[in-house]
């Protein structure tokens, strides 16, 4: 099971809507995925030189403001914290890679979720509606979003385990399936030297993307080759700062339906959760083949 | 005409509603709106009803349909008219993967294109697919007809017994004991028929004939590669 979910506006500018309307598509997947619901939120971008950093702590009301402080005497912040209860979002001036180390050896308590110039990352255990309220998903704003269901297979039922996973600066996944060579691959790329935080087999399929990213592919070329180094099950929705893409394994056993509109591209596990945007009776509607990159970009 | 509106009524009160029809009723044409994506719209009918669905369904459309005619005007989930009996099913859009599996009887017809593993395990059921469809179509057929007016993905016919496969365009690959076969002036017949049922328009004369070669009925240790 799982569902997942993805929307995309062609637009450049933010769409106030983009959260209100990823958490009714997100509400509509909850019996495929009652364990834990996630969201990647591409909204405004840092400013010039910095990065965004969603950091997860422990418990519902982290000590952000304190956190805030401590980071304030080590790097530049651009702007105030955001907190939403057990997840923070901070914007920096420094090498993001200063910044890991330095979370890592003052506070080895935190999870980072995603870091990038635009992406958030918030998940928890819990059904969608509950996880969407927690982190006020309705009241945000953005360009495009990725959201996931998560029936538990693979691994744990926890914050970490859950989708979507985020390896490299901007780039998410959210996967319906289970890989098999995750393991392996998993020692593979960590000697590439690519960095994980759980056991899960969807983030080694995020890993392996940023590894084939930083060697200068495109997402659709990253995509392509995942075809021959993937083995399982999988449809997935890839996010990045102004693309998104979707791939089925060779088999496409796992469902996935697209619909595209003048106006935005969506991605779901069933169309239910697409018949709840605006225009979506008029869209095209078609079930990705197989094997088959399928990307969108703003230029 | 009876308008049932899924904003306002759930598919289990609709599906009982068709259910309750019994002989000698009246409630014969039926439009259903607003199905937004719901599963398991219009299953198992047995009363010789005609349903317009004006939208997108998701899973398992039309489900076990006996007598009864559903037309839907959108996209189709997995497993349309899964266990057809008898009847019409068509969609004006393309259908998700596994549609008309395992049907027994009846006509379904695909407008737009179909997804992987079309017909798959059909024994008897007749679909035609006006666009393309994926692949494993066809897949352990025991009877019936596949009539597809553009391509075939890979595989098409894989394991098949003795299903009827027409393809006006071209096949990516064929699958284990699938063959293509002499398309005889009945084959023409028959295609052009199903077509003219299926209120497709396409030549006959384009389509292709393909079926079982009956090498995997009995296991033989030579053909194990095939298996």
Known sequence: MCGIVGLFFKREIATPALGSLLAGMLSQMRERGPDSTGFALYGDDAPPGAFKVTLHGLGIEYDWASLEGELATAFPLTCRAQPYGSHAVFTIVADPERVFAWISACHPELDVFSFGERIEVFKDVGRPDAVAQRFGLAHRAGTHALGHTRMATESAVTTEHSHPFSTGADLCLVHNGSLSNHNRLRQTLQREGIRFATDNDTEVAAGYLTWRLRQGRSLTEALEAALGDLDGFYTFAVGTRDGFAILRDPIACKPAVLAETDDWVAMATEYRAIAILPGAAGAEVWEPLPATVYSWHRQ | ?227
């Not at chain 2, 006996?66 to 899964?82: F, N, P, Q, R, Y």
């Not at chain 2, 027409?166 to 076969?181: I, P, T, W, Y």
């Not at chain 2, 084959?187 to 209120?199: I, K, N, Y």
Request: charged share 20%; hydrophobic share 40%.
């Open chain 2, 1 to 227: 005409m009876i308008e049932v509106d899924l904003a306002q009524s759930s598919v289990r009160e609709l599906n009982q509603r068709l259910h309750r029809i019994g002989p000698g009723d009246n409630e014969h044409h039926w439009q259903v709106v607003n199905p937004n994506g719901a599963h398991a719209i219009a299953v198992g009918l047995t009363a010789p009803v005609h349903i317009e669905i004006r939208g997108h369904v998701g899973y398992y459309c039309a489900g076990m349909n006996a007598v009864a005619t559903v037309v839907v005007d959108g996209h189709v989930g997995t497993g349309l008219a899964e266990n057809i009996m008898s009847g019409l099913v068509r969609v004006r859009g393309n259908a998700a993967q596994s549609a008309a599996a395992s049907g027994r009887g009846g006509l379904v017809v695909i407008e737009g294109d179909a997804s992987a593993r079309c017909g798959i395990s059909m024994k008897g059921v007749t679909i035609v697919v006006g666009g393309s469809v994926g692949h494993m179509s066809a897949f352990m057929g025991q009877s019936g007809a596949l009539v597809v007016c553009r391509d075939a993905g890979h595989d098409l016919g894989d394991s098949i017994y003795e299903a009827d496969i027409f393809v006006g365009g071209k096949v990516a690959s064929l699958g284990a004991d699938c063959v293509e076969k002499e398309m005889t002036p009945a084959d023409l017949d028959r295609v052009a028929a199903l077509l003219g049922c299926a209120q497709i328009a396409a030549d006959p004369e384009r389509f292709r004939h393909y079926g079982s070669a009956r090498r995997l009925y009995n296991f033989r240790i030579d053909h194990a590669a095939e298996y």
